[in-house]
């Protein structure tokens, strides 16, 4: 492994072609961040206590204490917005809202809530997105904030200078509150490894109660960026330090390739690092190594989206965000594994109880078992496909694929059940008016268990519009957008 030399993350950054008042007020933020003690409301604990008072503060969610408010134009499409980081309750979750829409929308930052976009992890329900939410994230995990709702006047957040800091300045002026809720975190008890070419990333077990990323940047035909290999131990104060400042970076063609597409036109590279073969192009890095940084900034504000902390170990090798997501959908199947999906449901059905509200019977009951329902808004099923499913008789008998057809009746019988499952549609029947935006993503075949998810988008009277994704193995195997309208039973129509 290369040896990387450590600069003093506080120091100034070392001289290059211009340095920029901006990377100077950015640095003394975050030094000044640094040096004000506690990131909590309490005071600073004293030497005797400090281990206990952070294993205390670490057992407790926390929210913001006010309003944290970042402007600023968005990273790849400019847009001036404001993002207004508001309190939330206890088990809320992060959720982020637009209140630029006729009528606002929430997204909940979650992995099932994630579309596939170059370089940044955007969030999308129905035909709403939320582009570029990885470096609040990244500053709302290295806070320790479980809770939030985090308001946009635009569909990406402000960019500032690429680094984590704005969303941390916000949010420490803001203060942060402690909540008498605990937090629930995920424990990697055994690897899980997702590889795509020559990236990797890994999820290990881990002595520490804590997060450990070990990250090696490494482009073996690149000179301009040699390798970089960091290893950082998440901690509300070392974030603030050595993760928080550093700031997003790309190569001189990269940035070509984006304003030639039209994106990124208000940055140049004083305002982010662009590197060619001198280094930053009227820029300093602020570390040695600050490249390698902005990737640990990056997992973790992308792992953050499993919704809850993570202990363990995070080894990644040359991964970007959807290799990160990919990491993140194993977690959440091994956590609904684990857990069983029995702790925290508040509904389950057997196949009898799902016979009883939908009227389909075999071969074309395509649920066998729900195992999440939560009101009208979120359901999860399973199907479990078998080679004695009559349809692979005659649909690719010699190398059976389930048909999609089927997949998507599957994901409109859960759809149907979520619906149904709320006291005044009972006694009423789900029928389907239209799909949009129906997606194949990967063949499902014998052998396979579907893990079908069902959220409401917008449900009003008697019409509903539901989103549904069909995984195997946390990969997305289809998707589509399905509209309903409840009927009676004896109004049923075929």
Same mark, same amino acid.
């Given at each position: 492994m290369t040896e990387v030399l450590e600069t003093n993350p506080l120091s100034p950054p070392r001289a290059s072609s211009a340095a920029t008042g901006r990377d100077d007020r950015a640095h003394d933020a975050a030094k000044k961040s640094a040096e004000d003690g506690s990131v909590t409301t309490p005071a600073a604990p004293s030497p005797i206590g400090a281990a206990e008072a952070m294993e205390e503060e670490a057992l407790h969610q926390h929210t913001v204490?006010? %309003?944290a408010v970042v402007t600023g134009r968005g990273l790849f499409h400019g847009d001036m917005v404001t993002c207004t980081i508001l309190p939330a309750p206890a088990d809320h979750g992060i959720v982020f809202e637009r209140i630029d829409l006729p009528e606002p929308v929430q997204i909940p930052a979650t992995i099932g809530n994630v579309t596939p976009r170059s370089r940044r992890t955007t969030l999308k329900l129905g035909d709403v997105t939320i582009e570029t939410v990885e470096h609040c994230l990244s500053a709302l995990a290295g806070l320790a904030i479980d809770n939030a709702i985090i308001q946009l006047t635009g569909p990406e957040l402000p960019?500032?200078?690429?680094?984590?800091?704005p969303y941390i300045n916000a949010m420490r002026t803001a203060g942060i509150v402690r909540q008498d809720a605990q937090?629930?975190?995920?424990?990697?008890?055994? %690897?899980?490894?997702v590889e795509e070419g020559d990236a990797l990333i890994a999820a290990l077990p881990a002595e520490r109660d804590d997060l450990q990323v070990l990250y090696d940047l490494n482009y073996p035909n690149e000179s301009r960026i040699p390798?970089?290999?960091?290893?950082?131990?998440l901690n509300a104060e070392a974030y603030v330090r050595d993760i928080a400042p550093a700031r997003t970076f790309s190569l001189k063609e990269e940035a070509q390739a984006l304003w030639d597409r039209g994106m990124?036109?208000?940055l140049t590279p004083r305002d982010v690092l662009v590197i060619d073969e001198n280094g930053p192009i009227d820029n300093a890095f602020r570390f040695e190594n600050e490249p390698v940084r902005h990737k640990i900034l990056d997992v973790i504000g992308d792992i953050y989206l499993l919704g809850r902390p993570i202990h363990g170990r995070i080894v990644a090798y040359r991964s970007g965000h959807s290799l990160n997501h990919q990491l993140v959908y194993r977690l959440l199947e091994k956590l609904r594994a684990e857990q069983g999906l029995q702790t925290h449901l508040q509904r389950q059905m057997d196949a009898r109880s799902i016979m009883k509200v939908l009227r389909h019977r075999y071969p074309m009951l395509m649920i066998d078992r729900?195992?999440?329902i939560h009101g009208d808004q979120r359901a999860i099923g399973i199907k479990n496909v078998t080679i004695n499913e009559p349809y692979f008789q005659g649909h690719y008998p010699g190398t059976p694929i389930m048909p999609g057809v089927m997949i998507v009746e599957a994901m409109a019988q859960l759809s149907g059940l979520l619906l149904s499952s709320v006291l005044e549609h009972r006694g009423k029947i789900a029928v389907l008016l239209s799909l949009d935006k129906v997606k194949l993503r990967r063949p499902v075949v014998p052998?396979?268990?579907?893990?079908?998810?069902?959220?409401?988008?917008?449900a009003q009277g008697r019409t509903a519009n539901v989103k549904c994704k069909a995984l195997v193995g946390g990969q997305l195997a289809a998707e589509a957008q399905i509209k309903f309208v409840m009927v009676d039973a004896e109004d049923?129509?075929?």
């Open positions: 204490g006010g %309003p960019c500032g200078d690429g680094s984590a800091l937090r629930r975190y995920c424990q990697i008890t055994e %690897p899980i490894t390798r970089q290999l960091h290893a950082f131990h990124c036109h208000h729900v195992v999440e052998g396979d268990q579907m893990v079908i998810e069902a959220e409401t988008i917008r049923e129509t075929d």
